[in-house]
């Protein structure tokens, strides 16, 4: 359906709209404006015949205007003259973008459409806008794109349960919910959103067979931030990813506060937070529970900041792997501080790989707390993660230096706390242990006392460590 009418006209038009119970056609003549009702006339545009302009008209399911951009104080005609619509209405604050009004349902059935048709017009506001996910209710969504650049800072408000589709047909690549060069976007809210990760654990074949080891390279990371600046990911529940649930690749300026991201323990490559190509970046008060890494920080990302987190159960807190495929690795100045790590398979660790080049420097893991941690504090020059066959030797390293570990406590569920296997020709340097007290948690029977198994390191001590080198 379209509606004409004349510049003169539109004041009018927009009062007129407002008290709208049902969308009427209104001409005043000439084809001067076009209201245009698209897609089951769940919203409309604004445009002149020779000129488009962005959004300025929401129409939800009962044909009520639910949003009004600011953007229409100015309109140029074909022949250049300019109207000013000074009758129109004030922006008043960000635009308010409710999924349901664009015919969410809740009931099981496919969200995707509305959630992405709400997307749209809020990234097009120019005043600003929430995305609105109600409370209480539980959306359906097979994968989607939220991709900028928008028009004005945006907030996604999740009040509700976002869920994943089952069917893997749905997923043409390796992602569900995707921000993809988004600046000034913030997700919070409360909701949960839910990877509905279960089939994939059940497919891979990790799971599967314990014999073949075959990671499950294929399932879906469940919500990506890429390209993305100036985002804040705060108060939400991630759960039950397909596998990674929270992935920042290429962002700048990040903030992630108060997240819950969980899902069993065996579930198979789970991450918790993956932080790739990515500059400053805070991770801050998050309680971490997987089936993998807590926190993985690989290559390209510098100003890393992980503070008050919680991890465990898990694979822990780990720089790498760098290095695979004889490629080369960076990451920089990354600080982990004030953190618990319980009953994971790794406290704090580099990995990278043999053949590898590039570097891991200045880092620093202090206050952290370990209860039953199997490597509490790894280095690992030689990791390999080929179970069929062992990595061949070689001979250049990704360097590992400037690495500090002050005020580490707690127990370890292996004899070996500290494990620093460094590559032979490019050994760990400028790596320092301040206040570091690590004890088995068996260690009432006298065949379990820890003890530190260091190679090709150039360590310094400051205050008490134990067990040495
Ligand atoms: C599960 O894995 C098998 C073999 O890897 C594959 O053929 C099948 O399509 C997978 N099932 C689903 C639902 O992805
Ligand atoms: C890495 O480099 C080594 C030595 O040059 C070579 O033997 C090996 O095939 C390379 N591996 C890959 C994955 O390119
Ligand atoms: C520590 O963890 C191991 C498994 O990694 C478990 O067998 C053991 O009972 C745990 N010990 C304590 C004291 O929790
Ligand atoms: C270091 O790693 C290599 C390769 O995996 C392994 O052969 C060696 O035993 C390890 N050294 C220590 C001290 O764990």
Not at 134 to 152: A, M, R
Not at 175 to 191: A, K, S
Not at 340 to 360: C, D, E
Request: net charge positive; glycine share 8%.
């Amino acid at each position: 359906m379209r509606i004409l009418l004349k510049p003169h006209c539109l004041p009018l038009f927009i009062v007129a709209l407002i008290s709208l119970s049902r969308p009427c056609f209104y001409s005043c003549g000439e084809d001067s404006f076009q209201f245009d009702f698209h897609r089951g006339s769940v919203y409309g545009r604004l445009m002149t015949t020779t000129y488009r302009r962005p959004y300025f008209g929401v129409l939800n399911e009962r044909n009520k205007l639910i949003l009004m951009s600011g953007s229409l104080s100015e309109y140029e005609y074909g022949d250049g003259s300019q109207l000013r619509l000074d009758d129109a209405p004030a922006p008043v604050g960000p635009t308010v973008v409710d999924v349901d009004d664009f015919g969410a349902k809740a009931d099981g059935s496919d969200d995707s459409k509305a959630f992405k048709e709400a997307w749209e017009i809020a990234c097009k506001s120019y005043q600003g806008a929430i995305m609105l996910v109600p409370k209480n209710k539980i959306y359906h969504l097979k994968p989607v794109d939220f991709s900028g650049p928008c028009n004005s800072p945006l907030i996604f408000k999740i009040f509700g349960t976002i869920k994943a589709t089952v069917h893997h047909s749905d997923y043409t690549s390796r992602r569900w919910l995707y921000f993809d060069n988004v600046q000034n976007l913030r997700v919070e809210g409360g909701g949960i959103i839910n990877g509905n990760g279960r089939t994939w654990w059940l497919n891979s074949s990790y799971i599967a067979s314990s014999v073949v080891f075959q990671p499950c390279s294929e399932a879906p990371t469940a919500v990506t931030f890429s390209q993305c600046s100036n985002l804040k990911l705060a108060r939400l529940r991630i759960e039950n990813s397909q596998q990674m649930h929270l992935s920042f690749s290429k962002c700048i300026n990040v903030k992630v506060f108060n997240l819950f991201v969980i899902a069993p323990g065996n579930s198979p490559n789970t991450d918790g937070i993956h932080v790739t190509e990515t500059h400053n970046i805070h991770i801050k008060n998050c309680v971490i529970r997987t089936g993998d890494d807590c926190i993985s920080i690989v290559s390209g990302s510098q100003n890393v900041r992980a503070t008050g987190i919680t991890c465990g159960p898990g694979h822990g807190i780990s720089i790498g792997s760098l290095g695979a495929g004889n490629s080369s690795g960076y990451v920089s100045n990354v600080i982990v501080n004030r953190a618990t790590l319980s009953r994971t398979t790794n406290g704090v660790r580099i990995k990278t790989w043999q053949g590898g080049s590039g570097y891991a420097k200045n880092i620093k893991f202090q206050n952290i707390m370990m209860h039953n941690v199997s490597n509490p504090i790894i280095i690992d020059q030689y990791y390999c993660d080929h179970h069929q066959s062992p990595c061949p030797k070689q001979v250049s390293a990704v360097q590992v230096s400037n690495v500090v570990y002050k005020n580490i406590r707690g127990t370890s569920a292996s004899n070996v706390a500290l494990k620093f296997n460094c590559s032979q020709t490019h050994p760990c340097q400028e790596i320092y242990l301040q206040n570091v007290a690590i004890k088995s948690s068996q260690e009432d029977k006298e065949e379990h006392i820890a003890e530190a198994s260091c190679s090709n390191i150039r360590l310094s001590y400051r205050g008490d460590v134990s067990p040495p080198c």
